[in-house]
């Protein structure tokens, strides 16, 4: 499947002109190793090594849809892997100030490099508590699967703010709000687990 071809299939998913856009602006072989480029652009995870993955455009696209992404947030992506989804984040959120962290030490430097002129700043460390220092956040986004919602992050993300989840199989958002929490599950998901340290 070549790059025409995935946009096809996203629009015909119904995601938003914006996505799509995004989709199109950001070049997915710039975050995969040299020997899986030519599978760029299939709709399917694939390896970053250190047992990590760069997940499915279709996963990945309805985690931004339910993000509700605007310009001028503050945004945190846990588990930022090579730093696909914050290039992507970077496209439909301008003037934002974006935040990874990314466990894997190697990972991180490699997605530092390459997002080096994007509006993004990866952090290396444990993302399974947050990054208390830059925090609130108005959007948190975590590209791994946790058992629970992690509390913590929930005291992380601002009122009126949205945290976007994969808790075991499925996909949960998160709207945080005076009295009660807006809870949405999205079941049929598969992700690398959350590791918390």
């Given at each position: 499947m070549d790059k025409?071809?995935?946009?096809?299939?996203?629009?015909?998913e119904g995601f938003s002109e914006d996505i799509i856009k995004a989709f199109e602006q950001v070049k997915r072989e710039d975050f995969v190793p040299e020997n899986l480029k030519e599978f760029s652009y299939i709709d399917e995870p694939l390896?970053?090594?250190k047992g990590q993955t760069i997940s499915q455009p279709y996963t990945i696209a309805f985690m931004l849809n339910l993000l509700e992404l605007k310009d001028n947030l503050?945004?945190?992506?846990?588990?930022?892997?090579?730093g696909y989804v914050l290039a992507l984040i970077n496209e439909l959120?301008?003037?934002?100030?974006?935040?990874?962290i990314e466990r894997i030490k190697e990972l991180a430097e490699i997605s530092r490099e390459?997002?080096?002129?994007?509006n993004t700043e990866i952090v290396h460390g444990d993302g399974s508590k947050g990054l208390k220092q830059h925090a609130l956040y108005d959007r948190i986004l975590v590209s791994a699967a946790a058992d629970k919602i992690p509390k913590k992050l929930l005291e992380q993300l601002n009122y009126n703010g949205?945290?976007?989840?994969p808790v075991r199989n499925s996909i949960i958002s998160i709207k945080k709000l005076y009295r009660e929490n807006k809870i949405k599950e999205y079941p049929g998901f598969v992700f690398v687990p959350l590791i918390e340290e």
């Open positions: 025409k071809q995935l946009l096809e299939e996203l629009k015909s390896s970053i090594g503050k945004i945190l992506e846990i588990g930022s892997g090579s959120s301008k003037n934002s100030k974006i935040y990874g390459v997002l080096k002129n994007k949205i945290l976007v989840i």
